[in-house]
């Protein structure tokens, strides 16, 4: 191997030099180049999905303040009031309750409005006409409007979880006669207009991991299908944040999912760069 380097002319000690020294660089450059390329690509789409976080905690909120509003609305609402009085004060006829609700719902973006007389017990649903009388005094927003306070929270139904809002109902400045509880449905229909916003999939689950809504139809055939079967079936980047009931507890928790480019990217720049 000496003989041999000896017997090269300068010219070619320098070329093979300059090539062995181009060989070693880039066996030594490529995969630190490949590895900050793939760093900063996966960087840019975890801060993707941290601005998609905070975009659907931010609609999340205004969801809560729009229900809100509105409950504070319909308890000043002259035809709910007088129908209410009259029901619980002088024996009047239900239907009056139900058609001053049901007027609200027809008119309004929201899932659900729900009456309640002073006892906590309800008087008129307004998507479920045929459902009263129940009692509602341990529900901690209803407790909280028959003690003179408007309150909201997330709430686990067996419908899904619904933003709701509670707010007392006052036939005089002092006198409550009642509450008013309105709510948006967090379904199906409500994350794919977020998704529209997002251009993410999302999914609701409850505590037990069961999926609630989903924006991931048909995949998702029938609700209590498990977040864990989803998931490890999809090539998904994915961030969550939990959904708090009134008291501050966890009930569920909202999954923010999003394709992994990557692999694909560094496949098709791959390809692209064997088929020179």
Known sequence: MKDFWKRLSIRHKIT??????IILVTIIILPVISYLIKDALLKQQQNHLTSVKNLVI?????????????????????????????????????EHTLRAVSRLHKSFDVSSIELGDARGRVVAIAENPDKYDADR????????ALQGKVMSGIMLTDKGFVIKASS???????QIIGTITSGILLDNGLLAKIKQLSDTDLMI?????????????????????????????????????PLRAVSDSVIGNVIILQEDKLPKIIAKTYFTSNSR
Do not use: W
Not at 80 to 86: A, R
Not at 228 to 239: F, Y
């Open 16 to 21: 093979s030099i300059i090539v062995l020294t």
């Open 58 to 94: 931010k609609l999340f909120e205004d969801y809560q303040s729009k229900v809100t509003n509105y409950t504070k609305l319909f308890g000043n609402d002259r035809e709910v009031k007088d129908s209410l009085f009259y029901h619980t004060e002088l024996a009047g006829e239900r």
């Open 137 to 144: 005094s341990a529900d901690s927003l209803i407790k909280n």
């Open 168 to 174: 007392p109902i006052y036939y005089n400045e002092n």
């Open 205 to 241: 689950v409850d505590n037990s991991d069961n999926v609630i809504s989903s924006t991931m139809k048909p995949e998702i055939n029938t609700t209590g299908t498990k977040n864990r079967d989803v998931t490890s079936k999809s090539n998904n980047l994915i961030i969550k944040f």
